[in-house]
């Protein structure tokens, strides 16, 4: 009898837990709720690639935002490390931070304005300053090696939500890596990008699965930036198998104690 009523317990815990995930797989893949509205809301939007809600518009890719365009850099800000070269001229070379009232300071030419503009731009004024007087048809390169004032925000199911510097270069996947990866329960295929381009709200999603095979860009990610991963219902709902299983195997284990 004992050895009976030991099976009926058992089979009991696990049919529970079975409902439990089959409750979970048979509600719409829809993550929870995240921050600038419900992923419903967005999810809804997706249905239709360039619907409008609101002034939130989904689309397929984003384009790079308005300052970035024609090939024109996002603008420089306070405390950017840049490495400035000048061909031919090795003693002018600087790795130069932005001080707080946007200016670097070069040989020769002192201090100038850098905050505010973009790299082609300075580029452009410090050959000027230097072919005023001091070299003829200078050539210079401006290479902004790290940026602090363009910075992006990494919510839902990242092991380190937060928010993190970007540099020129910047994509996807880096990001998501500086945000230390995706937590166990992340649905690497619902990774959504927020960005303002010219004053209006898109968002695109992005399944990490087919960029790290290469069937899809990595994308650039730019400062303004706002990544959110999104939850998986089947990966919880086969986490609450799990320890639904493990309270059964621990009762049955109880069961059978005199």
């Known amino acids: 009898m004992r050895n009976i009523s030991y099976s009926r317990s058992r089979l009991a815990l696990v049919a529970a837990a079975l409902v439990l995930v089959v409750s979970g797989c048979s509600s719409t893949e829809t993550p929870t709720s995240v921050a600038g509205g419900t992923a419903q809301d967005v999810l809804a939007l997706q249905g239709s690639a360039g619907g409008r809600a609101g002034e939130l518009r989904v689309v397929r890719d984003l384009p790079p935002p308005t ?84 910075r992006v925000t990494i919510d839902g199911e990242v092991a380190k939500a937060g928010v993190y510097p970007v540099s020129a270069s910047s994509t996807l996947m880096e990001t998501i890596a500086l945000a230390g990866g995706f937590r166990p329960i992340a649905d690497q295929s619902k990774v959504y990008v927020y960005r303002d381009v010219g004053g209006q709200k898109l968002v695109a999603n992005y399944d990490v699965a087919e960029i790290r095979t290469g069937r899809k860009a990595n994308p650039r990610i730019y400062g303004g930036d706002v990544i959110i991963v999104f939850t998986s219902q089947t990966k919880v709902a086969m986490q609450n198998l799990k320890e639904a299983l493990g309270i059964a195997t621990s009762a049955s284990r109880l069961a059978i104690v005199p």
């Open 67 to 150: 300052d970035t365009q024609d090939g024109q850099e996002q603008p420089l800000a306070p405390n950017d490390i840049l490495e400035v070269d000048v061909f031919q001229a090795d003693s002018l070379d600087r790795t130069v931070q932005i001080d707080s009232a946007g200016r670097i300071s070069l040989p020769l030419i002192g201090p100038i304005q850098a905050a505010g503009k973009s790299v082609r731009v300075l580029e452009k004024e410090i050959e000027t300053a230097y072919g005023r007087n001091y070299l003829q048809n200078p050539d210079v390169t401006v290479f902004l090696k790290q940026s602090f004032g363009q």
